[in-house]
């Protein structure tokens, strides 16, 4: 079965810089997509970036784009969010999700999320 772990989160000030681990155990599939999900109080589940494992393509959502990158590492397993210049609106509950398909989803599994607080 697949598991995905995610690290890195904390608190900082805003301006800082955080970065996010997801490591899975298992394999998923030949190829497939990562991504990076938040979800904050009172706001809607906004998938943040995503990357697809066979050519490492990327995509970012307005709100994150030019400040967060994501990163794979196929030999360990594991994706990487690197998130600078954060604002206190980047606060919230960071998940990573795997597709074995589409990076539009449906995603099959997801970890117990990490939370990032920005001040």
């Known amino acids: 079965d697949v598991q995905l772990v995610e690290s890195g989160g904390g608190s900082v000030q805003a301006g800082g810089s955080l970065r996010l681990s997801c490591t899975a155990s298992g394999i998923i599939s030949s190829n497939y997509c990562m991504g990076w999900f938040r979800q904050a109080p009172g706001k809607e589940r906004e998938r943040v970036a995503h990357i697809y494992s066979d050519v490492g393509s990327t995509h970012y959502s307005d709100s994150v784009r030019g400040r967060f990158t994501v990163s794979q590492d196929r030999a360990k397993n594991t994706v990487y969010l690197q998130m600078n210049s954060l604002k206190p609106e980047d606060t919230g509950m960071y998940y990573c999700?795997?597709?074995?398909?589409?990076?539009?989803?449906?995603?099959?599994?997801w970890g117990q999320g990490t939370q990032v607080t920005v001040s």
């Open positions: 999700e795997a597709s074995r398909a589409y990076c539009s989803g449906p995603y099959d599994y």
